[in-house]
């Protein structure tokens, strides 16, 4: 049987005050990539979260890594690089 890539919904949604929420549920992408930036896993993060689908964690993930710049910008504990720190 040949796998046919499809297309997938985002499970991504702006609530009234444009908080990003995983779909369905009460988790913001902020309380995501804090965890992941803490170095946690979907998996402890799913841990931690355990009504939240692992895949949906997975994808919240990867759509930081694709937007991050983006997403940093709007992320409360952002901090943008120090320029004058030199190499």
Not at 46 to 57: F, K, M
Request: aromatic letters at 8%; hydrophobic letters at 35%; proline letters at 8%.
């Amino acid at each position: 049987m040949l796998l046919v890539p499809t297309a997938e919904p985002i499970p991504l949604v702006a609530d009234a005050n444009g908080v990003i929420r995983i779909s369905k549920t009460r988790l913001t992408l902020d309380t995501v990539i804090t965890a992941f930036l803490e170095g946690g896993t979907a998996e402890e993060i799913r841990g931690q979260y355990p009504s939240v689908e692992l895949s949906d964690i997975y994808f919240a993930i990867g759509y930081y890594l694709r937007h991050q710049s983006e997403v940093d910008r709007n992320h409360p504990g952002y901090k943008p690089p120090d320029s004058s720190v030199q190499k």
